[in-house]
């Protein structure tokens, strides 16, 4: 026996050995051995859309120099044998006793009655730190193991196997970091960790915190144990059904945050696992959640149903940027970024693969705080804060995403930042936006309505944030109608479709081509694209656009939200505009104005339509003048056959319809493109990301 080696067995162990060695067979026949880049390990999708083979795993980049003096040794590596990192200095870990606490909040069984209404009054203080702790007054009355070894008979997950070793990052990584692991039960799994576990320590019982993060970071720097298993982004719920059971029964129980009256979530018209519904996390001795940010920067929230202990690590959001420039200048090369400056850092970070010491941030000034997790407690992760941990022995957690009204400033950022790294967004955050304005201006309408200053605080953000898209969208119209670039104009039945240059999600309009398989947003130029199928562009609308134009205006009468909105003009920090050029700068002087009268002014060579009804549309040469509230064109019979879009095949659009038209349309120069830091005065200023007009990217 050798102390602290993880048992896995020996068919496993086998198992993984030959397919590395298959697979790097592989490789070698391929290419040269040397650094390569890591774009190819992960779909392009917004965070995280594959889950599960980017969560697990830990990769760390080293220094230019040290990396090339070892890039021809790897490829003779082997399974788990990596030449170790001495530039952090693991060798003294005093810094973890530097790292404080964040937040730790007891709410009464009062408070605790609706969770987003409590997380509402704690965040403009919580969400300085980036991440905090909750404890419940509510007790789980059936254990997490009864859960799923009777009320979910025949539950089972796999795992998957972590390298333990803080290593330098090279080619043989890409199969190390998705290798499965076995298939157990619940207890069977529990047997196995708490046999490593009291290898190492002889016993089975719970050791202090701080020990077991300094062992962690000992083990992680020279220790013995090759790797560990985690199963994590496991489909399923640990909460009782039993209506006996206090805190399934309750709010809180996770299944049931995704559909609570103040989740913008609600929306949804269909599930996405680990975002509205929750997923398990089953860990070890060890286990690791490596470096990340939420999917679109939402908030998140983990249940500790039961087990040892975990520690967190979290970074506050409006030091994302800094921790990502750390990141790029302290932890990765060049050879594996795939973009230049803070986006290439957060490419690579997507894929939930890297972990390093938090004592590099706080040599670099960007603040941590740390939380040791026990049962029966939750940790919340807000917007765009970076957070990582450790398990300290067997545990089962439970997490889900959420969002709320004040998140949509947030969300625009991450929207900006995938379409500037081309993924394709797992959430439509225009639809999101858009319902739930219209859903607020609804609401005000009626009388007596008494808010609360949080709820006025996020109806700020969704209102400022709806006004910014509306006027944007609005311009853009006018522009392609001035342009004449469009040669007819229908009615939009999508729900959300996504744009095949940008990939950026289009709700309200977009422009599509003579065979009806190019969405393009209103981001580009649409007169320079050159489609396989012609050169007629139709403009798509929804039919309710003028209502939303009017419930914008609306809003503009808060002097709050024109305030913003005057802000974003002079700063040019406009989140839904990218990667459109500076082709509006002159409208001004060709006779624009917001919300004014938009004139269909379409190419005479496109002189009928037929509509849905068989009725024939004619569509002259000369310009018609319309008002958006009174405009409702008919859908033409080539896109009646159109099923309307929705969530489930939202990622599926892009396909092979990208590849005819990716690059056809001028998305600027993104070399050497920054995002900034601004702080705007709306609620969770500290978190924000506004961009100037010199940085923002294109």
């Known amino acids: 026996m050798v102390e602290g080696r993880v048992c896995l067995s020996k068919e496993v162990r086998n198992e993984l050995e030959l397919l590395k060695r298959k697979r790097l067979h592989r490789i070698k026949s391929e290419t040269v051995c040397g650094p390569s880049g890591v774009t190819n390990m992960m779909s392009r999708s917004g965070g995280d859309a594959l889950r599960a083979p980017a969560s697990c795993g830990v990769r760390l980049q080293g220094n230019a120099e040290s990396f090339s003096r070892s890039n021809v040794a790897s490829c003779e590596k082997d399974v788990f044998s990596k030449r170790k990192v001495d530039k952090f200095y693991t060798s003294d870990l005093e810094w973890t006793e530097k790292i404080p606490e964040c937040p730790v909040y007891c709410p009464t069984k009062e408070e605790f009655e609706d969770p987003l209404v409590y997380f509402q009054k704690i965040a403009p203080e919580a969400s300085k730190y980036g991440i905090c702790k909750i404890i419940s007054p509510l007790s789980a009355t059936v254990p997490a193991g009864a859960v799923l070894m009777k009320e979910k008979a025949g539950f089972k997950f796999t795992t998957r196997v972590q390298p333990l070793r803080l290593a330098e990052w090279d080619t043989d990584d890409r199969v190390t970091f998705f290798m499965s692991g076995r298939n157990y039960t619940f207890r069977d799994f529990e ?84 975002v509205t519904d929750p997923m398990l996390y089953i860990g070890m001795l ?40 750390v990141v790029k200048e302290h932890v990765y090369t060049n050879d594996v970024l795939s973009v230049d400056g803070e986006d290439g850092a957060f490419d690579v970070l997507l894929g939930k693969t890297t972990l390093f010491p938090p004592n590099i941030l706080l040599e670099h000034d960007v603040p941590v705080y740390k939380a040791v997790q026990n049962p029966g407690e939750f940790v919340i992760t807000f917007p765009r804060a970076y957070h ?61 309505l008494d808010y609360s200053p949080a709820d006025l605080a996020s109806h700020h953000s969704i209102k400022a944030s709806f006004v910014k898209l509306i006027r944007f969208l609005h311009r853009a119209r006018w522009s392609i109608m001035k342009s004449r670039a469009c040669t007819s104009v229908s009615l939009n039945y ?8 940008c990939k950026r999600d289009c709700y309200i309009a977009f422009v599509n081509c003579s065979c009806y398989s190019h969405h393009v947003c209103l981001r580009h130029d649409i007169k320079s694209l050159d489609f396989p199928c012609g050169s007629h562009h139709c403009l798509f609308l929804r039919d309710d656009v003028g209502e939303m134009e009017a419930a914008a205006k609306k809003f503009e009468q808060d002097n709050a939200i024109s305030k913003a909105v005057e802000r974003q003009a002079e700063n040019g920090d406009d989140m839904y505009s990218y990667p459109l050029s500076n082709k509006f700068q002159n409208d001004v002087e060709d006779g624009y104005f917001p919300y004014c009268e938009i004139n269909v002014d379409l190419k005479p060579e496109i002189a009928t339509m037929t509509s849905a009804t068989g009725q024939t549309v004619e569509y002259g040469h000369n310009s018609l003048s319309h008002n958006t509230g009174n405009f409702r064109p008919e859908l033409t019979d080539a896109l009646s056959s159109f099923a309307a879009s929705t969530l489930c095949s939202f990622v599926e659009q892009v ?10 349309a001028n998305l600027g120069n993104t070399n050497d493109k920054r995002f900034c830091e601004e702080v705007p005065e709306n609620t969770y200023e500290s978190s924000v990301l506004c961009l100037s007009r010199e940085d923002r990217p294109g």
Not at 430 to 442: F, R, T, V
């Open 191 to 274: 047997k196995m960790a708490n046999k490593v576990f009291s290898r190492r320590y002889y016993s089975a019982g719970c050791l202090p915190a701080t020990y077991m993060e300094k062992e962690f970071w000992h083990e992680i720097a020279c220790g013995k144990m090759e790797s560990v298993e985690y199963a994590c982004d496991v489909e399923g719920s640990a909460f009782s059904s039993s209506p006996s059971d206090l805190l399934g029964t309750s709010k809180w129980n996770l299944k049931k945050l995704s559909r609570l009256p103040k989740s913008t979530l609600r929306l949804l018209e269909t599930a996405i696992p680990g």
């Open 286 to 325: 060890f286990s690791i959640f490596a470096w990340h940010v939420e999917d679109h920067y939402l908030y998140s929230i983990n249940y500790h149903h039961c087990g040892a202990s975990k520690t967190w690590y979290g970074v506050p959001g409006h030091s994302a940027l800094r921790f990502e420039k």
């Open 388 to 448: 990582a941990g450790f398990s300290h022995g067997f545990n089962c957690g439970e997490a889900v995403n959420f969002a709320i009204g004040d998140w949509f400033p947030l969300g625009a950022v991450a929207c900006l930042r995938y379409a500037h790294l081309n993924r394709v967004p797992l959430l439509p955050h225009e639809e999101l936006l858009c319902k739930e304005a219209m859903l607020l201006n609804s609401s005000l309408e009626l009388e007596d």
């Open 494 to 501: 999508h729900r959300t479709v996504v744009c095949t240059l």
């Open 655 to 664: 396909g092979s319809s990208a590849k005819n038209v990716q690059g056809l």
